[in-house]
């Protein structure tokens, strides 16, 4: 429960909701937040990658390097606050350093919605993992309702061709393709965590 | 025959940085030979909507209010009129008619396609920091403070997003955070009237 992800966007603030059918981004404004969702029936594709944010890394060495110089000085006040910007900013980098800026990007109906997080390795992996599971358990649930659908249209027909209210005999059912996937029984064990980024 | 949707499997996606089409590479990382892009990507199987087509009636079915050549399907929430597959739309559950929902109904049909969700904690938040910071002065923001605050509460209690957003706590957190501050202002108005006589 609670907030999944807060997204590391330079103009507007955005946190993101995991649901069981949807992904809910909300964005900031003043009083009220803009409610924007993605459904998991249609999704395509969800595509991540990382990279190292150097717009905030050059934007935290202005801010908090260039004060940082401050320990030059031979003043010890100044010193001393020269090392609380050294280390906010070497903390910043490292920061920056180990989780990257990941950029993910879902495809749905053919139209991609993108978010920015600068999240921890594991923090992300676990996220990623509970997308993907929700994405494809909505899928899959979905499916299920299709062929149950068929399968009483199927047996409609047959029964109105029989009834002599239908004039030709129904169509013939068609194999699916691909065997669908099984869902999970609730008690099992998680999936193993995906590889890393 | 009522049409059926489709359920495809996905192969490809789109390279985020030159457009061009892969495939991924299993649970590995996937490499663009064009442009050099390097990340992951899992595909799945979308599931394009159900729609029904709307039937003709047979002589013993019941019709459509607003097509009467038309086989209801559903009774509409509002009216209690049989409609058809082309008038009736879903919403929280329940199943309205396009007409009632144009008419009568143009309140559900806003909340159901509610795009913001308020946020009277952050409001209440800006209320204490400018009487806070405008002290005696302040105190005209008080009321509206309180006011976003009960706000906040009856929220919490009817919308999940909301309540998801933000946890009771951190609502009973403000709200102590907001009579202190009134202690506050009201200990140094007696401090001050004290003085005065």
């Known amino acids: ?197 | 025959m009522p049409d059926v949707t489709q359920v495809t499997q996905v192969t490809q996606f789109r390279c985020p940085k030159c457009f061009v089409m892969l495939e991924p590479m299993g649970g590995e990382s996937t490499r663009c030979p064009t442009c050099g892009w390097a990340g992951r990507a899992r595909l799945f199987r979308p599931v394009e909507p159900f729609v029904e087509r709307a039937q003709d009636a047979l002589p013993d079915d019941a019709t459509c209010i607003h097509h009467p050549s038309k086989q209801a399907v559903a009774i509409c929430e509002g009216t209690g009129d049989y409609i058809c597959s082309l008038c009736a739309i879903e919403l929280d559950g329940k199943t309205y008619s396009a007409q009632y929902l144009d008419r009568a109904g143009k309140d559900k049909l806003a909340a159901a396609f509610d795009r913001d969700l308020p946020r009277p904690d952050r409001a209440m938040g800006t209320y204490l920091a400018g009487a806070f910071l405008l002290s005696c002065f302040g105190v005209v923001l008080i009321p509206f403070a309180i006011h976003q605050f009960i706000k906040a509460l009856r929220l919490h209690k009817t919308n999940d997003l909301y309540r998801r957003v933000r946890s009771r706590t951190s609502i009973v957190l403000g709200g102590l955070v907001l009579f202190a501050i009134i202690g506050l202002m009201a200990v140094g108005a007696v401090a001050i009237l004290m003085d005065i006589d």
């Open chain 1, 1 to 197: 429960m609670g907030i999944d992800y807060r997204d590391a966007n330079w103009f507007n603030r955005q946190t993101g909701l995991l649901m069981d059918d949807c992904l809910v981004l909300l964005e900031q404004e003043y009083t009220k937040d803009r409610v924007r969702r993605v459904l998991f029936d249609r999704v395509e594709s969800v595509v991540s990658w990382r990279r190292f944010p150097w717009g905030r890394g050059l934007v935290f060495g202005l801010f908090f390097g260039l004060p940082a110089l401050f320990i030059l000085s031979e003043e010890p006040v100044v010193q001393v606050i020269g090392v609380v910007f050294l280390l906010l900013f070497l903390a910043a980098e490292a920061r920056y350093l180990h989780c990257g800026l990941t950029r993910i990007r879902i495809t749905r109906a053919g139209h991609d919605t993108t978010i920015s997080v600068i999240m921890r390795p594991g923090k992300l992996r676990r996220f990623l993992d509970r997308l993907y599971s929700a994405v494809e358990a909505h899928q899959a649930h979905l499916a299920r309702e299709v062929e149950e659908r068929e399968r009483l249209a199927r047996e409609a027909e047959a029964a109105r061709f029989e009834s002599g209210l239908a004039a030709e005999p129904p169509p013939l059912p068609t194999e699916p393709t691909q065997p669908l996937p099984e869902l999970a029984p609730p008690d099992s064990p998680p999936p193993p965590p995906g590889p890393d980024l």
